[in-house]
């Protein structure tokens, strides 16, 4: 499984969304749309059938054994026996209250073990294995929705019924289902009938409903539900992927996941006769052609939005293949940089032409329609990695239980951004105002309201040897507020504040530094200009989830202000140990003028009145 994540955390709070606001953007260096001549799908062989599409690994952590005496593992949690060994399940169990654990409990996806093993012919495990889902069918009769567990796996437990439903054919050796089983297609039907009632949408859970309901058709013969979930699908695809190849979930470890998803998609339509036309397929490639502008210089997606540490996978066929292996096989993407309308910038300083690919300098910056299904409240943030490690972290994905993790997790305060933790915070539109790129510098403006009464805007420069960035972060509100402009760091680093200037993160035993100076700009620098926090719990403050098991402290750099008016000009340089980093200030006219020196290589930046960047050395 490429993206695990993705799989085994789906739940309810994937359904609230934020209202969509459409963005603006100026038109920066946008990669075209895939055309159909550029893609070219490797066709499955029709056999009229609909293949059992597997059991996600949850079944992992299940072996047969453990599942003939009815307990239930996920996750970190302890194994739980969730029913008396004969197959009578307490379905309401929810010993750690945790919302993935319930819902993949009614999955059914644990019970994988017993249908291979009855697959195979072993009929203790046939037996027990129908006398639980058989115990789930009793149990949970139709309709199911006010369980939102039951509710949100009803997809996944179709595949498992049919699973099923091919094991009894396959272990028995029999060809017509026994009438003693005519329960179970009974329920296929109702789970059909469940997903036609309550189809999710244009989304990942609107997808999977499509494919599991069109199985139901395929193996059952009822051609209505076939096409029912073409049209479906057919009808989801062009908002789910938009034609640049940003997906609509607002996260971009379940773009990956959505590769995969319509790749699946294709296949069963295929091979159960349907025709998948060719826009699914185009859609696909842009994905893997924005997957792969997203695909940082350590060969991993960022975490942005709901997404756990991951590394892409190598789709044939598109520059995403080269991308996920580090350059080393596929074909180069043609840019370097890129602005998407749904709201995303990715850029880099190569593709490992002049240098090792992992020694590249790789960002990316967030924008666009206010937060829904799987993203955060991270518009402006920006992620870094330089040097051949992370610089800038988005501090990643808890998982889906409501607690204060959760909320941490999507909120401004978990961003590199500039927050107003005085003010109260809802999600925004933001925009991209201006953009202007060079060889050696890419320029970008946002704008937006993140609470009532205040204003913000980032200006932001990414330079190119030396390799840095610098942001500008200018807030105004009607009365007095705390502004604070974050800069998330990986696990690990150590921070020194040197001055009220300069912080310098290290790694113990690492060759390189992290530099965060603070340039005064527009307004004197307070006492407290520099704080640095790690592992706070009430408020929230410093963590890093690598994935949705693990939660580690990581330091936060905060540069602070309070007032109605805020400037802070941050500068964030990655550099080797032994290098030197240094700035000076100079004003021409109106313009101020910030000298930067990293190691032997210098360069100035201008910032003009209105707050526009550039490199003019």
């Given at each position: 499984m490429a993206f695990a994540g993705a799989i085994r955390v789906l739940m309810p709070g994937g359904r609230q969304e934020a209202p969509v606001v459409a963005a603006e953007t100026p038109r920066a260096v946008v990669p075209s749309a895939a055309s159909p001549s550029a893609v070219k799908a490797t066709p499955v062989a029709g056999t009229g059938t609909y293949q059992c599409r597997g059991f996600s690994g949850i079944e992992a952590n299940v072996p047969l054994a453990m599942m003939m005496r009815d307990t239930f593992a996920w996750g970190n949690d302890p194994a739980y026996k969730v029913g008396d060994a004969s197959g009578d399940i307490r379905w309401r169990s929810d010993p750690y209250h945790e919302p993935s654990w319930y819902m993949w409990l009614h999955s059914l996806r644990w019970l994988g073990?017993?249908?291979?093993?009855?697959?195979?012919?072993?009929?203790?495990?046939?037996?027990?294995?129908?006398?639980?889902?058989?115990?789930?069918?009793?149990?949970?009769?139709?309709?199911?929705?006010?369980?939102?567990?039951?509710?949100?796996?009803?997809?996944?437990?179709?595949?498992?019924?049919?699973?099923?439903?091919?094991?009894?054919?396959t272990g028995l050796h029999v060809r017509k289902l026994p009438a003693q089983y005519a329960w179970l297609d009974e329920?296929?039907?109702?789970?059909?009938?469940?997903?036609?009632?309550?189809?999710?949408?244009?989304?990942?859970h609107g997808t999977d409903e499509?494919?599991?309901?069109?199985?139901?058709?395929c193996t059952l013969g009822r051609s209505d539900l076939k096409d029912r979930a073409v049209e479906r699908l057919t009808k989801a695809?062009?908002?789910?992927?938009?034609?640049?190849?940003?997906?609509?979930?607002?996260?971009?470890?379940?773009?990956?996941?959505?590769?995969?998803?319509?790749?699946?998609?294709?296949?069963?339509?295929?091979?159960?006769?349907?025709?998948?036309?060719s826009v699914i397929e185009q859609r696909r490639h842009a994905l893997?052609?924005?997957?792969?502008?997203?695909?940082?210089?350590?060969?991993?997606?960022?975490?942005?939005?709901?997404?756990?540490?991951?590394?892409?996978?190598?789709?044939?066929?598109?520059?995403?293949?080269?991308a996920a292996t580090l350059g080393?096989?596929?074909?180069?993407?043609?840019?370097?940089?890129?602005?998407?309308?749904?709201?995303?910038?990715?850029?880099?300083?190569?593709?490992?032409?002049?240098?090792?690919?992992?020694?590249?300098?790789?960002?990316?910056?967030?924008?666009?329609?206010?937060?829904?299904?799987?993203?955060?409240?991270?518009?402006?943030?920006?992620?870094?990695?330089?040097?051949?490690?992370?610089?800038?972290?988005?501090?990643g994905h808890p998982g889906y239980r409501l607690d204060k993790w959760q909320e941490w997790t999507r909120s401004q305060a978990s961003h590199n951004v500039m927050t107003i933790p005085s003010a109260q915070g809802a999600p925004v539109e933001t925009k991209l105002v201006s953009a202007a790129m060079t060889p050696t510098s890419e320029y970008y403006e946002f704008r937006d309201t993140p609470a009532a009464g205040v204003e913000r805007t980032r200006d932001v420069l990414v330079l190119k040897d030396p390799d840095l960035i610098v942001a500008l972060d200018r807030g105004k509100s009607a009365g007095s507020e705390r502004y604070e402009t974050l800069w998330h760091l990986p696990p690990g680093q150590k921070v020194t504040v040197q001055s009220p200037t300069t912080a310098v993160a290290?790694?113990?035993?690492?060759?390189?530094?992290?530099?965060?100076?603070?340039?005064?700009?527009?307004?004197?620098?307070?006492?407290?200009?520099?704080?640095?926090?790690?592992?706070?719990?009430?408020?929230?403050?410093?963590?890093?989830?690598?994935?949705?098991?693990?939660r580690v402290p990581a330091p936060v750099v905060k540069f602070n202000r309070s007032g109605s008016t805020a400037s802070i000009l941050s500068v964030v340089v990655p550099a080797a140990g032994t290098e030197k980093v240094a700035f000076s200030t100079r004003t021409v006219g109106s313009m101020l003028l910030v000298d930067l020196t990293v190691g032997a290589r210098q360069t100035t930046v201008r910032v003009t009145p209105n707050g526009r960047l550039s490199r003019i050395r």
């Amino acid at each position: 499984m490429a993206f695990a994540g993705a799989i085994r955390v789906l739940m309810p709070g994937g359904r609230q969304e934020a209202p969509v606001v459409a963005a603006e953007t100026p038109r920066a260096v946008v990669p075209s749309a895939a055309s159909p001549s550029a893609v070219k799908a490797t066709p499955v062989a029709g056999t009229g059938t609909y293949q059992c599409r597997g059991f996600s690994g949850i079944e992992a952590n299940v072996p047969l054994a453990m599942m003939m005496r009815d307990t239930f593992a996920w996750g970190n949690d302890p194994a739980y026996k969730v029913g008396d060994a004969s197959g009578d399940i307490r379905w309401r169990s929810d010993p750690y209250h945790e919302p993935s654990w319930y819902m993949w409990l009614h999955s059914l996806r644990w019970l994988g073990h017993g249908i291979i093993a009855a697959r195979g012919g072993d009929r203790n495990a046939l037996t027990h294995t129908m006398a639980i889902i058989q115990d789930w069918v009793k149990d949970n009769p139709y309709p199911w929705k006010g369980d939102v567990g039951a509710w949100e796996s009803t997809m996944h437990r179709t595949n498992v019924l049919i699973c099923a439903r091919q094991a009894v054919l396959t272990g028995l050796h029999v060809r017509k289902l026994p009438a003693q089983y005519a329960w179970l297609d009974e329920s296929l039907l109702d789970h059909a009938k469940f997903m036609t009632e309550n189809w999710s949408g244009p989304s990942n859970h609107g997808t999977d409903e499509s494919i599991a309901l069109f199985g139901v058709g395929c193996t059952l013969g009822r051609s209505d539900l076939k096409d029912r979930a073409v049209e479906r699908l057919t009808k989801a695809i062009t908002t789910a992927i938009d034609p640049q190849g940003s997906t609509n979930e607002q996260s971009i470890g379940y773009a990956m996941f959505n590769y995969q998803l319509w790749g699946k998609a294709v296949t069963a339509l295929q091979r159960c006769g349907a025709d998948p036309g060719s826009v699914i397929e185009q859609r696909r490639h842009a994905l893997a052609e924005f997957l792969a502008l997203a695909t940082t210089a350590a060969g991993e997606i960022p975490q942005v939005g709901d997404a756990e540490r991951q590394k892409p996978q190598a789709a044939a066929g598109t520059s995403l293949k080269y991308a996920a292996t580090l350059g080393a096989r596929g074909t180069k993407p043609p840019k370097r940089t890129a602005v998407f309308d749904a709201g995303y910038v990715f850029g880099r300083t190569g593709w490992g032409e002049t240098r090792p690919f992992t020694q590249e300098s790789t960002y990316s910056i967030r924008f666009g329609p206010a937060r829904r299904y799987h993203g955060h409240d991270d518009h402006m943030s920006i992620t870094y990695n330089s040097h051949g490690r992370d610089i800038l972290i988005d501090p990643g994905h808890p998982g889906y239980r409501l607690d204060k993790w959760q909320e941490w997790t999507r909120s401004q305060a978990s961003h590199n951004v500039m927050t107003i933790p005085s003010a109260q915070g809802a999600p925004v539109e933001t925009k991209l105002v201006s953009a202007a790129m060079t060889p050696t510098s890419e320029y970008y403006e946002f704008r937006d309201t993140p609470a009532a009464g205040v204003e913000r805007t980032r200006d932001v420069l990414v330079l190119k040897d030396p390799d840095l960035i610098v942001a500008l972060d200018r807030g105004k509100s009607a009365g007095s507020e705390r502004y604070e402009t974050l800069w998330h760091l990986p696990p690990g680093q150590k921070v020194t504040v040197q001055s009220p200037t300069t912080a310098v993160a290290a790694k113990p035993g690492d060759g390189t530094k992290t530099y965060l100076l603070q340039i005064p700009y527009g307004q004197g620098l307070p006492a407290d200009a520099i704080t640095v926090e790690q592992g706070k719990q009430d408020p929230v403050q410093g963590w890093y989830f690598p994935d949705i098991f693990h939660r580690v402290p990581a330091p936060v750099v905060k540069f602070n202000r309070s007032g109605s008016t805020a400037s802070i000009l941050s500068v964030v340089v990655p550099a080797a140990g032994t290098e030197k980093v240094a700035f000076s200030t100079r004003t021409v006219g109106s313009m101020l003028l910030v000298d930067l020196t990293v190691g032997a290589r210098q360069t100035t930046v201008r910032v003009t009145p209105n707050g526009r960047l550039s490199r003019i050395r």
